[in-house]
Structures are given as C-alpha cells and as structure tokens.
C-alpha cells in the first residue's frame, strides 16, 4: 500500500502567532494545490501560535495542516503548564509529537512517559509523530539499531495493532539534529527499515506496511530528494528549514517529486 509522503515542520521554540500567521500564508499560497495532493504538509508551532493557525486554515479552507509538539499524558487537572490531549483536539490539530530528543534531554523524559504520551495523543484522536534517535556515542558504539528498535517498541508499549497502525515514526540522530550533519540516506534507510521491521515482526505486516517512518535531522531542500527516494523513508521532520517560507516551500515541491512551484 502506497504511504502518503508526509513534510511536518517542527518550528521548535519559534515565531509568535502573528509570525506564524505569514508564514502558513506564504507556504499556503506558494504551494500550488496539486502538491498538497502528493505530499501531506504540516506545520507544528508552538502552542501559543495554535488557534491563530486554526482560525486562518477554517477561515480560508487552506490544505496544511497543524498540530503541537508536546501533549500532557493527562486529560485535565492540577498539572500548571500543561497542555493535554482535548485541548489539541479542540483546536483542530491534526498531529503531535512525542518524545522529541530536546524533550526527552532537556526535560527528563523517559520512556515511560513518551510511551504515556503516545496514548494520550490517540486516545483524543490525534496522530503522535513518536520520534526517536541515537546520540553519538550510540551510533560511534555500532548500536545504533537496537537502540532505536528498543525505543520504537519501548514508546508503543500496550498498544493494540489497530492502533499502532497510526502512529508516525520520526527517526532523528541526536547528532544530526540543528547541526548541518544529515545522516547519508543510507544510514537513515537502514535505521527506518529496521524500524519497519521490528513494527512487523511485532504488530503484523500490513501495519508494518501502513506506519510512515520520517527522518528527521538538518533537511533542506538539497537533500530532501534523496531522502524520500529510500524504500522505508515516507517524509521528513524538518527543523530550522521549516521556517523559512520559500526552502519550505522548496523541499515541500522536491518531496512531491517537483518541478519546483
Ligand atoms: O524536529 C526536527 C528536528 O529536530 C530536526 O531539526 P533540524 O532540521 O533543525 O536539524
């Protein structure tokens, strides 16, 4: 079955809501509609920037779609500062990532907790873009595939395989993250198709064939090509490049095989 090429723009802890604003413009109005029929284009903003984006995507009908880049594992209550699953849902996001390498270091998250995360996200009927990645002394070791095969099945703990089924994968080399160094797509196609493998030796192969595995780790539009020409890559988790409307726009137009708008 073929996978829908997905481009999610993790804008990280940039551009207020009225920056958001232009920026979903001018990749809305850039981006031909035909593009949007091949490639699957999301922006993930901070949550301040989220209801400015929903108002604007209701308003003029626009085809990208939005989500946030961090859940609560909880639905309400006493928990100052999070955001959980309902409130993302009611504000018409389609996406949320867990378990990002920033929040899994800079914000102690655990296994645990990413794989709470994970359920929460489906539980409120949003798809969570469940990233993971070896640090460099991991990949320098050689264990790069076990470590991330022990995180893909550590962060989909208890699921069912209906469920599993629409979960994103975002493979992202700690090492490659905002630092200009993109594994070659051959290192990121062996990590996504051992991934895809352990999905299938576990829930089956029609999830294994159903579940897009992402990369994610300094995309641009030089590399984006490449990238999604390997078997078991179905799109990217782009950083930095995101948020720049026109290399957006560009790698959004290459991933969907171009010519570029
Ligand atoms: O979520 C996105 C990744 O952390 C990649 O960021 P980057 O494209 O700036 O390297």
């Known amino acids: 079955m073929a996978r829908q090429v997905l481009i999610a723009g993790n804008w990280k802890m940039n551009l207020n809501h009225l920056e958001a604003i232009a920026l979903v413009q001018k990749i809305s109005f850039s981006?031909?509609?035909?593009?949007?029929?091949k490639v699957e284009v999301a922006v993930?903003?901070?949550?301040?920037?989220?209801?400015?984006?929903q108002t604007m995507v209701d308003g003029d009908k626009l085809l990208i779609r939005y989500g946030a880049q961090d859940i609560s594992r909880y639905d309400s209550g006493a928990y100052t500062?999070?955001?959980s699953g309902p409130m993302l849902a009611k504000l018409g996001c389609t996406y949320v990532t867990v378990g990002h390498s920033e929040?899994?270091?800079?914000?102690?998250?655990?296994?645990?907790?990413v794989n709470a995360k994970v359920k929460a996200a489906l539980k409120h009927g949003l798809t969570p873009i469940l990233c993971l990645g070896e640090r460099v002394e991991v990949r320098e070791a050689g264990e790069h595939v076990p470590h991330c095969t022990e995180q893909v099945i550590a962060g989909l703990k208890g699921?069912?395989?209906?469920?599993?089924?629409?979960?994103?994968?975002?493979y992202e080399p700690v090492w490659a993250?905002?630092?200009?160094?993109?594994?070659t797509s051959a290192d990121a196609q062996e990590v996504c198709a051992?991934?895809?493998?352990?999905?299938?030796?576990k829930y089956g192969d029609d999830v294994a064939a159903t579940v897009r595995v992402l990369y994610g780790g300094s995309v641009k539009s030089g590399n984006?090509?490449?990238?999604?020409?390997?078997?078991d890559i179905d799109g990217a988790l782009v950083g930095g490049a995101s948020l720049q409307a026109d290399e957006f726009t560009k790698l959004c137009a290459l991933a969907a095989g171009g010519p570029l708008p």
């Open 224 to 231: 984006i090509g490449e990238l999604v020409a390997q078997e």
């Open 177 to 183: 993250i905002g630092t200009g160094k993109v594994a």
């Open 81 to 83: 500062g999070e955001v």
């Open 44 to 53: 993930l903003p901070p949550f301040t920037d989220i209801r400015s984006i």
């Open 194 to 201: 051992a991934l895809r493998k352990t999905l299938s030796d």
């Open 159 to 170: 699921l069912k395989a209906e469920q599993v089924a629409k979960v994103v994968i975002a």
């Open 103 to 113: 929040r899994r270091e800079y914000h102690n998250e655990t296994d645990e907790l």
């Open 31 to 37: 981006l031909p509609e035909k593009y949007f029929a």
